[in-house]
């Protein structure tokens, strides 16, 4: 079983630290109090939602490191070695534009990210491009689709549908023409 007995300028820091509410850290200085008021672990557990095991782990925390150990831990796994090492080289490489490489883009994509780290001897996919971009503070958006400049307006395409007998601009109305006198010939 087990017990905190805080002395009182331990539990004014708790405190002070369960009002700052950053992650988890105001639940568990929550727990830590909650000990200290002769509660049990069970009890615990059920006033604030959490499972009995959770509550002895950050209890045993705070009795080892002190507040210290209340706070977040590193999420669990191996670190993201692809990503890292990729902005390494995406770092220079985004200051410049990408026909300073040979690209015929108007800007860097993420395919053609993911080509040049190719080319680079690093193998990745798509969204660790992304979560590199993200990590060193590059803001990803995608091309805006542009239109052609031989296309038709809004109101040409309005008039065209309108009156099906004509077609709203003079290309289509060539082809249809075209396809209507073959047509005829049958």
Same mark, same amino acid.
């Given at each position: 079983?087990?017990?905190?007995?805080?002395?009182?300028?331990?539990?004014?820091?708790?405190?002070? !630290?369960?009002? $700052?509410?950053?992650?988890? +850290? *105001?639940?568990?200085?929550? &727990?830590?109090?909650?000990?200290?008021?002769?509660? =049990?672990?069970?009890?615990?557990?059920?006033?604030?939602?959490?499972?009995?095991?959770?509550?002895?782990?950050?209890?045993?925390?705070?009795?080892?490191?002190?507040?210290?150990?209340?706070?977040?831990?590193?999420?669990?796994?191996?670190?993201?070695?692809?990503?890292?090492? !990729?902005?390494? $080289?995406?770092?220079?490489? +985004? *200051?410049?534009?990408?026909? &300073?490489?040979?690209?015929?883009?108007?800007?860097? =994509?993420?395919?053609?990210?993911?080509?040049?780290?190719?080319?680079?001897?690093?193998?990745?996919?798509?969204?660790?491009?992304?979560?590199?971009?993200?990590?060193?503070?590059?803001?990803?958006?995608?091309?805006?689709?542009?239109?052609?400049?031989?296309?038709?307006?809004?109101?040409?395409?309005?008039?065209?549908?309108?009156?099906?007998?004509?077609?709203?601009?003079?290309?289509?109305?060539?082809?249809?023409?075209?396809?209507?006198?073959?047509?005829?010939?049958?």
């Amino acid at each position: 079983m087990i017990r905190i007995h805080l002395l009182p300028e331990q539990r004014e820091m708790l405190e002070q !630290a369960r009002r $700052i509410r950053r992650s988890n +850290l *105001a639940e568990r200085c929550l &727990a830590v109090l909650l000990s200290d008021r002769d509660q =049990s672990v069970p009890v615990i557990a059920e006033s604030i939602g959490r499972h009995e095991h959770t509550i002895r782990s950050w209890l045993k925390a705070y009795l080892l490191e002190g507040l210290e150990g209340l706070q977040n831990t590193p999420p669990p796994g191996r670190t993201n070695l692809k990503a890292h090492e !990729a902005l390494t $080289i995406l770092q220079p490489v +985004l *200051a410049r534009h990408p026909s &300073a490489y040979g690209y015929l883009e108007a800007g860097w =994509s993420t395919n053609s990210l993911v080509a040049y780290l190719s080319t680079q001897g690093l193998a990745v996919s798509p969204s660790t491009v992304k979560r590199a971009l993200k990590q060193g503070g590059w803001v990803y958006k995608r091309f805006a689709k542009t239109m052609p400049v031989h296309a038709p307006s809004g109101e040409e395409k309005k008039v065209g549908w309108t009156r099906l007998s004509r077609a709203p601009w003079p290309s289509v109305r060539r082809k249809l023409s075209r396809s209507c006198s073959s047509m005829n010939r049958m």
